[in-house]
């Protein structure tokens, strides 16, 4: 029992990982149609920046926000102006490849420039265990699964509560109707560009003590991420959430008592089952079509 | 006119496939076997994407499925045909039988079942080593011997790869040309219309899938000869991606578009190992310049190229038109 419940939290220590990680790429397709085949190495990068900028002398904190400041500059904003702006209007699919080849350079650029091998990367939580409800629970999981709950609210608050927020759900619903209402759609996406940068860099400043900073850390991420907004029904914020929880406590406790062989099969055969039975996802709506 | 440059175009690149192999090295041999092969593969899921529209992201799962049909089939001593014929058969009914469920949700839910399939499947390569041989794979794949002649010199392999690519070409121009093809293109353009002109939409989106899967495993059984050697990691969603890139560099629904896709993603990076460590980045950087120049692709530049010359022409026949009438 003690064993199971060990698991859950580790579970839903990397699920928030992945939800932190599905909420971006959600919004990112909810306002601007781009499906990121890039998030996995959004998330790669930015421990990058972050220790450059303390070889460069900077205490830990300051590499923080220059970390988060460069994730949202570039990975945000010229991401956008680059690559997404110019393929917008040409439909889903070569934006999307597009982006896969933007993670193969980015992924190349950071062994090529930076190193092949993994570097290590300091942790914000202390790296010792603690006991509750009489089970050990590292202190990384904690710090994991309070950022991440702590940014979801922010999140949610600055969605559903301030007029930025409202006007940035409006552009994602109907960008037609929002800008006639006045609404500068235009500056709402790249809002969201901005957030899904910040989002990477938090992410990346939780997953790379664990995982130790390397070039290769996208790949998994990138996939894990892609599952969960699907399974959350890709146009909910709240789903890609749920989704992302879901993934990492059934990724972790399949392992556990199903099989490791087919560890990575498990969490997509329980994605099937969730579409044959709901197919617009655990929370998802119906997107209505035009002909 | 145009037409008769196209054809001349044409005839010029059959020739260079034929003779300018002749001179390759054996690596150049394998590098032009390998891009026949993955043309085949590009051409089937050109088929599921730029006909049908639906998006596969298991084409190199189906490559696996056939490259390890041919792999355990042949050196138990099938001829490499029943082989292919197994595979072909194979490779259709998982199609079938992925698209079933998935199209009876949502269409594009197809991309996410197929996702799954592409990840059991190489999890069944690595771990049932009963059959597959395990992350060890299966080594020695013999090249087949086709009307007494062997085909284990790199040139006549390449002129057998040459041979079913040209059939394949052949096969899919009727099926393009076919009512069945229409079909596919106008549940492409607007689904509910053509839902409601008769066409049984979710058959015709179902056989597209499962053709362009079998065209998968075809290309499948021609790659485990080609390398000799066939293991799990070839066959990960890395392959996959890479077809789909194939097809939208190419050119998404345009018949020419797998051949210059596979031309772009098997001999690019080899043109640009000079770079060495460099290579892969500049690679990312032409693809991604390639697709904000051209979203459409490469055959989109050269339709651009010609409309742009073709609206050229037509104005300065007008403008001729103009000056003799005004000229009494």
Known sequence: MANFVALLIAGLATGALYALAAVGFTLLWQTSQTINFAQGEFVMLPAFFMLAAMHAGLPFWAAILVGLALSMAILGFAFKRLLVDPMLQHGVLPLAIATMALSTFLKESVKTFYSAEASPFPSIAPDSDIRLLGVAVSWQSIAVLGVGIATVVALQFLLNRTRTGRQMQAAAQNPTVARILGVPVERMILYTFLINGALVALTSLLISPIYLAKFSNGDTLGLAAFIAAIVGGFNQIRGAIVGGLLLGVVDNLSAAYVSTQYRGAIPLCLLIVIILFKPNGLLGRAEERTV | ?328
């Open chain 2, 1 to 328: 006119m145009m037409a008769r440059l196209n054809y001349a175009g044409l005839a010029i690149a059959i020739a260079f496939l034929i003779l300018a192999p002749l001179e390759f090295h054996r690596y150049g041999l394998y590098i032009l076997s390998q891009w026949a092969v993955m043309t085949i593969a590009a051409i089937g899921l050109n088929l599921t994407l730029g006909y049908a529209g639906q998006v596969s992201l298991a084409q190199g799962a189906f490559v696996g499925v056939g490259a390890y049909c041919a792999a355990i089939l042949t050196t138990h001593g099938w001829p490499l045909v029943g082989a292919a014929a197994l595979a072909l058969a194979l490779c259709f009914v998982i199609g079938w039988l992925l698209g079933y469920p998935a199209l009876r949700v949502q269409h594009h839910y197809l991309a996410f079942v197929t996702l799954a399939f592409s990840t059991l499947a190489f999890l069944v390569f690595r771990n049932e080593s009963w059959l597959t041989g395990g992350t060890e794979g299966i080594d020695g794949v013999p090249r087949p011997n086709l009307l007494g002649l062997s085909t284990t010199p790199h040139l006549r392999y390449y002129y057998f790869c040459l041979f079913v690519l040209a059939l394949v070409t052949v096969a899919m121009l009727g099926l393009v040309r076919s009512p069945w093809g229409r079909a596919f293109i106008a549940l492409r353009e607007n689904p509910l219309r053509a839902l409601s002109l008769g066409v049984d939409t979710r058959r015709y989106i179902l056989m597209a899938f499962a053709i362009g899967s079998a065209l998968g495993g075809l290309a499948g059984v021609l790659y485990a000869p080609l390398v000799g050697l066939v293991e799990p990691p070839a066959f990960t969603l890395t392959l996959s991606l890479n077809l789909l890139m194939m097809v939208i560099v190419g050119g998404s629904g345009y018949f020419l578009g797998p051949f210059l896709g596979a031309l772009v993603a098997v001999l690019l990076p080899e043109w640009l190992r000079g770079l060495e460590n460099y290579y892969l980045i500049f690679y990312a950087l032409l693809v991604m310049g390639l697709l904000i120049y051209s979203p459409t692709g490469l055959i989109g530049i050269a339709d651009r190229f010609l409309t742009a010359r073709r609206a050229r022409a037509a104005s300065a026949a007008r403008a001729a038109l103009g000056a003799s009438i005004e000229r009494p």
